[in-house]
């Protein structure tokens, strides 16, 4: 297809012009201009209302726009939502652009999810749709849920390894961080001698997530040490997760943080030899 011109015309909807060098509009009112993989757009004295899904160049004059690009909402206010999966209800707080607590009523725990490491959780707003239980086998559940960052509807898959990154179209590997704590008194040190993690090892349905990384602080979480990522081949369902010789740590006691990928569906325990005494973190 050859160059597009439009000059003092009504355009309602101009799109997919497949092998477009270019398209310039010129006193027009165009009210649909996008999905187009036209090299440049030029626009002059033109009211756009829609121009969206280009990947190109766009130029624009004196031009009214009302809606350019496509991207996640920069709004203040504080929304809540809740949601069951797998048996638990959740209580969603959507602090604005800052990011998304979750709790969990089950467990009595808080979590903060995020999508693409950008803060917020891009799911803006959800509901356990009854009509959506035909689609659970097949997308992971019934809860559906809406992006801010693309205005797309998706159902949460809570198998999935991947994540919708905020404002792409790509799906990502996000990372699960578990922190447990174990409490220290005194003015003694304990010595670590081997910290050892038991759970669904080897059931990996992506065979290049096979990292598990611990990490530890001892001065409340401002600081982690990384001790190393043990990985796990898939299928080897008998395989332990130990780090040893951790050193030793005082009052007020020390952080343990587990982080992956994918390698765990579940954490059954995180125990700590302390010597002649085993402690489970909490």
């Known amino acids: 297809m050859a160059d597009v011109q439009v000059s ?3 355009v309602f909807s101009l799109v997919d012009l497949d092998g477009a060098a270019s398209v310039e509009v010129s006193q027009s009112g165009v009210f649909a201009l996008g999905a187009f993989p036209a090299e440049e757009v030029h626009s002059t004295n ?3 209302f829609v121009l969206g899904e280009a990947e190109t160049v766009v130029r624009i004059s004196s031009s009214l726009v009302l809606a350019l690009a ?5 709004d203040p206010s504080v929304r809540v939502w809740t949601f069951t999966l797998d048996g638990h209800d959740f209580y969603v707080i959507h602090l604005g652009v800052d990011e998304t607590l979750i709790y969990d009523l089950s467990t009595e725990l808080w979590y903060k ?7 917020p959780w891009s799911a803006f707003q959800g509901i ?8 659970s086998s097949e997308y992971g559940s019934n809860v559906l ?51 050892q ?21 001892d ?17 080897d369902y008998e395989a332990r997760a130990t780090w040893r010789s951790l050193g030793s740590f005082s009052q007020p006691g020390r952080l343990f943080q587990i982080q992956d990928n994918g390698a765990l569906r579940r954490i059954d325990s995180l125990t700590v030899n302390l010597g002649m005494d085993a402690a489970n973190g909490s």
């Not at 001065?219 to 299928?235: A, Q």
């Open 70 to 74: 496509a991207g996640r909402i920069q």
């Open 46 to 48: 033109t009211g756009l």
């Open 145 to 195: 849920a809406g992006s801010d960052a693309n205005g797309s509807l998706y159902f949460l898959d809570p198998d999935s390894d991947l994540d919708d990154a905020a404002g792409t179209e790509t799906q990502i590997p996000f990372t699960r961080t578990i922190t447990s704590s174990l409490p220290m008194r005194g003015f003694d040190r304990q010595r670590v001698y081997e910290v």
């Open 197 to 217: 993690l038991v759970g669904t090892t080897g059931e990996l349905t992506d065979t290049s997530l096979t990292g598990i990384t611990l990490s530890y602080s």
């Open 113 to 119: 999810w995020e999508s693409s490491e950008e803060g």
């Open 219 to 235: 001065d409340r979480g401002d600081n982690y040490v990384d001790v190393g990522t043990i990985t796990i081949p898939s299928g």
């Open 128 to 135: 356990n749709w009854t009509a959506g239980n035909k689609f």
């Open 8 to 10: 003092q015309a009504a």
